[in-house]
């Protein structure tokens, strides 16, 4: 079974920078599209950026500029390089790996994310 765990979240200041990583394990990770999502108290989980097998990249708007999503075959890991952190990006930050065919979807436990002062 696919296995994902998160890592490297904490407590930054506004304009300060962290680097989240997710070690995938339990199937073929180039096979994934990999995502990043994160869930404010009191909101919904909402998509953070998103990489395909082939390395086509998508980010929502209100990261893009900011924040960078990448990922390393070979060490089964999926990376987001956040900068220039905001109180807003205060969030437990989920990595998401998918299928297309068969259609499949997994989810690791979250790492949090706070920006204060």
């Known amino acids: 079974q696919v296995q994902l765990v998160e890592s490297g979240g904490g407590l930054v200041q506004p304009g300060g920078s962290l680097r989240l990583s997710c070690t995938f394990s339990g199937a073929i990770f180039s096979m994934f599209v990999m995502s990043w999502y994160r869930q404010a108290p009191g909101k919904q989980r909402d998509f953070v950026a998103h990489i395909t097998s082939d390395g086509t990249i998508n980010y929502a708007g209100s990261v893009k500029g900011r924040f960078t999503i990448s990922r390393d075959n070979a060490k089964a890991t999926v990376y987001l390089q956040m900068n220039d952190l905001e109180p807003r990006d205060t969030a437990v930050y989920y990595c998401?790996?998918?299928?297309?065919?068969?259609?499949?979807?997994?989810w690791g436990r979250g790492t949090q994310v706070t920006v204060s002062s």
């Open positions: 998401n790996a998918r299928l297309t065919y068969p259609l499949n979807n997994y």
